[in-house]
Structure formats: C-alpha cells, structure tokens
Nanobody, 114 residues
Framework: VQLQASGGGSVQAGGSLRLSCAAS????????MGWYRQAPGKQREYVAF???????RYADSVKGRFTISRDNAKNTVYLQMNSLKPEDTAVYYC?????????WGQGTQVTVSS
C-alpha cells in the first residue's frame, strides 16, 4: 500500500493550498479516508475524514476553512485549505479511517507565515 501526499508549500496567513493524496494497493472506493497533521513537537492529530459514501467530518480547528473531497476514479483524496493560519503549520498525512500504522507515507509540509 502506498499513500502519497503532495501539494504542500509555504504560504502567508490567509492563503490557500490544495493537498492531494494518491492511493495504491488498497480498495480505495471502499475505504473512509482521512487527513492528519503533525506540528513540530506535537502529536499527530486528526484533521478531516470522508466516508466511502462521501460524508465528511472535520476537526473543530479547521471547520469552515478546510474541505475534504475524493475522486474514486483517480484513487485520490484532496484537502482544500483556505484562510490558512500559522497554527496550521505541520506535516500533513493521509491514511484510511481507522488508521493503519503501516500506511503512513512521507507526508507533505505546509508552512504558514504570519
């Protein structure tokens, strides 16, 4: 299984980024998928998830600013991040829901400057 996150970068506060996570080796359309992040010195935390049927849930810290979506034809899950804040700075990862330890990829770095 490979979950390859991409799309990170450096932006100023208030900016936007769109992350992508391409999956291979799993029955993507049958799995709920999630985005997670880990800031320096902190534990990895849940950001958002989307069910196989397209229902979504968000952490309170990103609700109203981030949007998770999926394209089953492309085996890809997305995270549109708007109104970014410095506290959103972290490495962002995708995984299935519930997470599988062996599925964590390299992640993609998001840095938001004030």
């Amino acid at each position: 299984v490979q979950l390859q996150a991409s799309g990170g970068g450096s932006v100023q506060a208030g900016g936007s980024l769109r992350l992508s996570c391409a999956a291979s080796g799993i029955a993507f359309s049958l799995n709920a998928m999630g985005w997670y992040r880990q800031a320096p010195g902190k534990q990895r935390e849940y950001v958002a998830f989307i069910t196989s049927g397209g229902n979504t849930r968000y952490a309170d810290s990103v609700k109203g600013r981030f949007t998770i979506s999926r394209d089953n034809a492309k085996n890809t899950v997305y995270l549109q991040m708007n109104s970014l804040k410095p506290e959103d700075t972290a490495v962002y990862y995708c995984n299935r829901v519930p997470t599988v330890p062996g599925y964590w990829g390299q992640g993609t770095q998001v840095t938001v400057s004030s």
